[in-house]
């Protein structure tokens, strides 16, 4: 299965005599603001402590990853449609359980 616009994909994962799927996220932009971004360690390496992003350059994608943590972290938007629309709110109003969402950055900063 593939989804629009190609963001992700969902893979099978066979495990004992059951059935999972993985979703593999692979729209990946570069939207991180260099010069607004704070990095842990001041050569731009390591974690980074505190997000910036160029607005222009975020996609509607409901999951995305950027270069920088890309095999550590999947990010969503907020605000940017109906809220019913969006993942994280389809991920609360199903009741669904294991993901932990928390805000890094906010275009009102």
């Keep these: 299965?593939?989804?629009?616009?190609?963001?992700?994909?969902?893979?099978?994962?066979?495990?004992?005599?059951?059935?999972?799927?993985?979703?593999?996220?692979?729209?990946?932009?570069?939207?991180?603001?260099?010069?607004?971004?704070?990095?842990?360690?001041?050569?731009?390496?390591?974690?980074?402590?505190?997000?910036?992003?160029?607005?222009?350059?975020?996609?509607?994608?409901p999951l995305f990853k950027i270069p920088e943590t890309c095999r550590s972290e999947i990010l969503t938007l907020e605000g940017i449609k109906d809220p019913e629309d969006e993942f994280k709110g389809r991920v609360e109003r199903l009741g669904l359980k294991g993901l932990i969402f928390e805000e890094i950055w906010s275009n009102e900063q």
């Design 1 to 61: 299965m593939t989804f629009s616009k190609c963001w992700a994909s969902l893979l099978p994962l066979p495990f004992k005599d059951k059935l999972y799927h993985v979703l593999n996220v692979t729209e990946c932009v570069n939207v991180l603001d260099d010069h607004k971004t704070e990095w842990l360690y001041e050569n731009g390496i390591g974690p980074i402590k505190k997000y910036a992003f160029h607005a222009g350059r975020l996609t509607e994608a």
